[in-house]
């Protein structure tokens, strides 16, 4: 019913930038929280960023003043510019949308990750 891609990952040099983005798409009526979450090898998913659809955002501290979080509402597309990467920041990237469809109500949905390998 509501399908989330994720594009942007890649690798690239500590200190380097990177921009995510992630659409949905599907029998959409709202979006409310939209977000990146990310998972390193051999630990949990962690919060990145999240941002409402009114335009508030929050950040994990370890990404705070590197990271932007933003969102194109009539794209229905949320965004991740990632400036001065970090290895730490190497790991997995998932898009997560807090979405309610014509037929069911808000519920949280996944995209499928996309690498993001940042080299010392």
């Known amino acids: 019913q509501v399908q989330l891609v994720e594009s942007g990952g890649g690798l690239v040099q500590a200190g380097g930038s990177l921009r995510l983005s992630c659409a949905a798409s599907?029998?959409?009526?709202?979006?409310?929280?939209m977000g990146w979450y990310r998972q390193a090898p051999g630990r949990q998913r962690e919060l990145v960023a999240r941002?409402?659809?009114?335009?508030?955002?929050n950040y994990a501290d370890s990404v705070k003043g590197r990271f932007t979080v933003s969102r194109d509402n009539a794209k229905k597309t949320v965004y991740l510019q990632m400036n001065s990467l970090k290895p730490e920041d190497t790991a997995v990237y998932y898009c997560?949308?807090?979405?309610?469809?014509?037929?069911?109500?808000?519920?949280?949905?996944w995209g499928q990750g996309t690498q993001v390998t940042v080299s010392s």
């Open positions: 997560s949308a807090n979405v309610q469809t014509y037929v069911t109500r808000y519920r949280d949905y």
């Open positions: 599907g029998i959409i009526q709202n979006i409310n929280t």
């Open positions: 941002i409402t659809s009114s335009g508030s955002s």
